[in-house]
């Protein structure tokens, strides 16, 4: 079972197949490219926004082609922002041997990656959840799960105490979970006292324009706990983010 970094670093290290001509020798050779994945995406559907058309240049394919048709689910997952590190592989493997590329290599790659892929905070979540063991794989689940819906007050995480590596952080406006858009993030470590520079380590894609890369690992301070009840229905903590403090999020055990 992986922790939330290490499953942040698969989504660094994508690694990408492609095959090269070896002139010498007068052979081709398979070779690979590491690529990483740095933006987040929240998809918009709307006809003429930069994440459709991102979104139709990564998935567009050919109904006879039967590598894409194999695999093309997986590439739609990843072009939405929601896919598994696998996924995104697929869908630059796609770029290459879809010719979208007009040469292959580690920074055309790159920059493909940059220009037309990212991923949202609950793909990152949900899809950390399957790895763990803790959610079944659907192409529905990964893609019509939202931040929101991982707040649910009997799951909630009431004292200090007790909050532990996989938790979750689900964002709230006051006392009630936050929506349109939400946010969630996974817990890597936990430390119920002060310390400088905070005491929580959090994984998330997050689109904060403090936050570099958008998919990252960085330390929360909690700077204030509010305990369960008068209309407060879980734990919640505030806290400082990426220099900002005012954060709200309750905790959630999945």
């Known amino acids: 079972m992986p922790t939330p970094v290490e499953f942040m670093q698969r989504y660094r290290r994508l690694r990408i197949r492609s095959a090269v001509d070896d002139h010498a020798s007068r052979t081709c050779r398979e070779t690979t490219h590491s690529v990483t994945l740095r933006n987040y995406l929240m ?13 139709r240049t990564v998935s567009r394919g050919s109904r ?5 048709n194999q ?10 922002g929601k896919g598994a590190p696998g996924d995104y592989e697929l869908a630059l493997e796609w770029a290459v041997r879809s010719n979208k590329l007009q040469t292959v290599n580690q920074h055309n790659l790159q920059t493909f990656c940059d220009d037309h892929l990212g991923i949202d905070c609950s793909g990152f979540v949900t899809n950390y959840l ?8 659907t192409d529905n689940t990964v893609r019509n799960t939202g ?7 009997n799951r909630a995480v009431n004292d200090p105490n007790t909050i532990q590596q996989g938790d979750l952080l689900v964002w709230m406006d006051g006392n009630s979970v936050r929506r349109s858009p939400g946010h969630v993030a996974v817990v890597d470590s936990y430390v119920n006292q002060s310390v400088t520079g905070g ?21 929360y301070a909690v700077e204030r706990i509010i305990d369960p009840g008068r209309g407060v229905p879980a734990m919640i903590l505030e806290v400082r983010r990426h220099g900002t403090s005012g954060s709200r999020v309750a905790v959630m055990r999945v």
């Not at 998809?43 to 979104?55: I, S, V």
């Not at 399957?130 to 794989?137: D, H, L, Q, V």
């Open 43 to 55: 998809m918009d559907w709307d006809e003429g926004t930069e994440e459709l058309r991102d979104y």
């Open 64 to 68: 006879s082609d039967i590598w894409f």
């Open 71 to 80: 695999n093309k689910n997986r590439i739609r997952n990843a072009a939405m």
């Open 130 to 137: 399957i790895a763990c063991g803790k959610r079944n794989y």
């Open 147 to 153: 931040a929101a819906s991982y707040f649910q007050a």
């Open 199 to 219: 005491n929580m380590r959090v994984v998330e894609a997050t689109g904060s324009r403090h936050a570099r890369p958008k998919l990252l690992s960085s330390m």
